[in-house]
């Protein structure tokens, strides 16, 4: 097996792999080769002797994220350490009171940093499976997310109930709402909650945007079948499935 293009250089050049020395190649969509180094040339690619091939199902819980959009180089901090925990979905929410907002001419631009952060966090913490980063929503789009998902939570640091009360659901969509540094709107909370949200807080303080998301579903995914040692995002009893590359 060749693995060359970028994936290539960066193994050959950054990461400096030598003949002999393992590793893992993924395709981003479930499916991960475990091989070791037989050799590459100076600087654009490698041949690996494949030893196994393990395919990752999707997990029957997905975790959907909707992060309201933050300043400077919060949002790509936000989606690396929601790809890192372990979310399948980002999305990037223009909420009321986003201190920024994506101009028409630059949303594509700016969703793709998203993409590249999401990528680059993916590669670092060996998910076989990487995250979707969904298009620009507002808060209608929001809302609809909302109402087809099997559970929704939306962080609110003046809601009642802690997160730590939360059922889960067994399978579908679980939504968590993130909202912006200026705070979600008064109509935008009704409007949530209304639409089947469960508002929490996470505890006694306010994290920021580009943090809160990873602690709610760190507290979510603590007592969840998806944190199970060994638990790799397989099939009902955690396990991918593995297989010989044929020769």
């Known amino acids: 097996m060749t693995v060359d293009g970028s994936e290539g250089r960066h193994a050959v050049t950054v990461t400096r792999l030598r003949a002999g020395e393992a590793i893992h190649v993924v395709d ?9 180094v037989r050799g590459h040339d100076a600087r654009s690619s490698c ?5 196994t091939v393990e395919h990752e199902v999707e997990p029957r819980l997905r975790l959907v994220v909707v992060q309201a959009l933050a300043k400077g180089e919060r949002g790509e901090l936000a989606v690396e350490q929601l790809t890192e925990i372990g979310v399948d979905v980002i999305v990037p929410w223009s909420a009321a009171h986003c201190v920024v907002q994506w101009k028409q001419d630059r949303i594509e631009k700016s969703r ?3 993409m590249d952060a999401a990528r680059a966090a993916a ?19 929001v809302v609809a997310r909302v109402r087809e998902a099997r559970g929704a939570v939306l962080l609110h640091e003046s809601a009642a109930q802690g997160i730590a009360g939360v059922s889960l659901p067994e399978s579908g969509d679980l939504v968590i709402v993130v909202g912006p540094e200026g705070g979600i709107s008064d109509g935008e909370l009704v409007t949530l909650q209304a639409a089947g949200a469960t508002c929490v807080r996470l505890g006694p303080s306010v994290l920021r945007t580009s943090s809160a998301g990873m602690a709610a579903v760190a507290a979510l995914m603590a007592s969840s079948p998806r944190w199970a040692v060994g638990n790799s995002g397989g099939d009902d009893r955690g396990e991918p499935r593995r297989g010989r590359m044929p020769s």
């Not at 981003?28 to 070791?36: C, K, L, N, W």
């Not at 041949?47 to 030893?51: L, Q």
């Open 28 to 36: 981003g969509h479930g499916t991960r080769v475990i091989g070791s």
């Open 123 to 141: 590669k670092q913490s060996r998910r076989a499976r990487f995250p979707i980063v969904a298009e620009l929503a507002d808060t209608a789009a």
């Open 47 to 51: 041949e690996v002797d494949v030893e």
């Open 112 to 114: 793709q940093r998203w």
